[in-house]
């Protein structure tokens, strides 16, 4: 059962432009959504995260949306840079569950310079 | 800067051996986790444990299993390794009040 549904699988965006990834969840009880950045050889390390009681969120080139009516957020990174080349999982917990985080089965994105 | 070390970075081992996957961390957290990235699956959980000699199944527990006798250790165990437990296995803690998760560099696993 795939509580955390990504999308896209792959993305490929030209450096300058805007990379957006998706994730809708199953579960109304989530009130933990990050991101988590992954190069390759390397294990996955906390890019940013949102609770639902906002409706986004920034820091610096990564934004986070959330739309907690339709179960949905996504992670925009603009002015996408070579260096952003990396594998992006979304994730959801739930406070009271051992904070273990469910991910999204990843997105690999690619700027080309 | 926090420390999640897994003892290995590559290992081949036979099918039918038993395998020891070590994860050793410096923050003093309470909760440790297991998973094993496949691509197109994303990150499953296989155990995590919150305290000492506690454990917990994750989405995916066949075929393997868990030991926590420190609170800074969180073993792994393939009891009789099979060809479709290739993959790369992470290994996560947190803190109970910190969300954020941190992870170790990774084994990557085959079985020939």
């Known amino acids: 059962q795939q509580q955390v549904k990504q999308s896209p699988q792959s993305l490929i965006v030209q450096k300058g432009g805007i990379s957006i990834i998706n994730c809708a969840y199953e579960?109304?009880?989530?009130?933990?959504f990050p991101w988590y950045q992954q190069f390759p050889g390397k294990g996955p390390a906390l890019l940013i995260a949102i609770r639902p009681d906002v409706s986004e969120k920034k820091e610096g080139r990564f934004t986070i949306s959330f739309n907690k009516s339709a179960k949905q957020f996504s992670l925009h990174i603009m002015d996408s840079q070579p260096g952003d080349s990396a594998t992006y999982f979304c994730a959801a917990s739930l406070e009271g569950g051992y904070n273990k985080l469910i991910f999204g089965a990843g997105t690999r994105l690619a700027v080309h310079p | 800067d926090v420390k999640v070390t897994q003892s290995s970075r590559y290992l081949v081992k036979r099918t039918g051996e038993k395998v020891f996957l070590e994860c050793v961390q410096d923050?003093?957290?309470?909760?440790m986790f297991w998973y094993r990235q496949d691509p197109g699956l994303g990150l499953r959980l296989i155990y995590f444990s919150y305290d000492v000699k506690m454990k917990e199944k994750g989405d995916i527990p066949e075929g393997y299993s868990v030991s926590r006798e420190k609170k800074e250790r969180f073993s792994l165990i393939l009891e009789s390794a099979s060809t479709n437990q290739t993959s790369m296995y992470l290994c996560?803690?947190?803190?109970?009040?910190?969300?954020?998760?941190?992870f170790g560099q990774g084994t990557r696993l085959t079985v020939v």
């Open positions: 996560a803690i947190q803190g109970t009040l910190n969300t954020e998760a941190f």
């Open positions: 579960n109304t009880a989530f009130d933990y």
């Open positions: 923050m003093d957290h309470e909760n």
